[in-house]
């Protein structure tokens, strides 16, 4: 049985029905279209799912769309506004810290939920904080310059 | 990976929760953070017939503090724990083992209650609660009761909670006077691993350098359940602190646990690495207790 839920994705509102073993990542991608959050290990361990619910990153392959009943969601489709890419986005372009490109959505929203608590973090706080975004391209050094560049210039 | 399919059921308070738990007993799973629970349904694990989310219930996501105990809701976040100066001054060994557990993506999500009730072994959050002496409160329609954590652990993903039970917060006593405790958990990696091994340990001190009154070893991943060090408590009580004493008591704590071999590490080698945080324990929990 489907249940209708409520939630805003990306300062839009949306309000859809879903079977209860829906998980969020799935809502995302396959009933709204917003493929940005990636499907990686499906259990929580990889973070290409990642998105911004509550101002929190979280594995969304491990929230029930059920749950996100009445959530505020942010995906990376969300981050670039009028004036174009977010400073972080352009970063990733700069630095080369981009190679495949399947953990980028995760580890820009992971950098940019640290950036907005801490501006200019340490190398040891950015790393902590991508810490559950695997980059199977092992490009993490790049990743880590890349969010120390925004810092800097913030 | 598809979730096998199920009815959710979303209580908006803790009475609602508690007779829907009564009525599906063991057909039914509560979920919180869900981190562990959907991952071992994905992997076709379990399969229950209903969820029922209590995340949203307020009652079960307070944190209350009073001069003499700390009572965390069950459904409160680690990361909110690993963030709170509160528990980072009055009982900081649990802080340390938020911040130890899983990533930041999964400390978001996963619960106390849920760290608890999932029982496993090697687990980040039970040592220091144990340590701290705390209690668990497990809820039913027809009442409540409170369990002490060192007796709540049954075995692998097997706790006290029956099913028509929720683990609804729990309560640490802060201790009066001088105490300090330590943990430290041992992996290969810093994030996203599991423990090969993990030890807290808990001690008061009549008096800043004084002796110790009381004393509480907690060892992970070395048997079905968290071990308490017994033995080794017993030799630290009536003792002032010292090098030797903890060395003492590390090689005796070593002695008294009973790992297995297993694709993390011997059983040598993990019985070696208790008696080394057993002694790294001792003495963070010393050195704080003595700032007091």
Redesign the interface.
Known sequence: ?K?IINLTINDKKYEVAV?????LLDLLRYQLGLTGAKKGC????C?AC?VI?DG????S????A??A??KNITTIEGVEDENGLHPLQKAFVEKGAIQCGFCTSGMIL?GKTLLDKKPNPTETEIK??I???LCRCTGYQKIIEAVQSVSCEG | MLLPKFNFYEPKTQGEALSIMNEYGLKAKLIAGGTDLLANMKRKLLSPDALVGISEIEEFKNLEISDKTIKIGSCFTVSAIAESAVIEKKISALAVGARALGTPLIRNLATIGGNLGSARPAADIPPSLIAYNAKAVLKSVSGERTVLLDKFFKGPGFTEIQPNEILTEIIIDIPDGYYGAGYINLGIRKAQDCNIVNVASFVSLDEPNGVINSARIVMGCVGPTHLRANAAENILIGNKPSEKLFQEAAKIAESECKPIDDFRASAVYKKAMIRVLTKRTLDIAVKEASLK
């Not at chain 1, 079977?19 to 998980?23: H, K, R, S």
């Open positions: 049985m249940q079977d209860a073993n829906l998980t499906e259990l929580g361990d973070g990642a619910m929190k990153p979280v594995n392959c491990l929230v029930l059920v749950q009943n009445g992971s902590s904080a810490s559950g975004n």
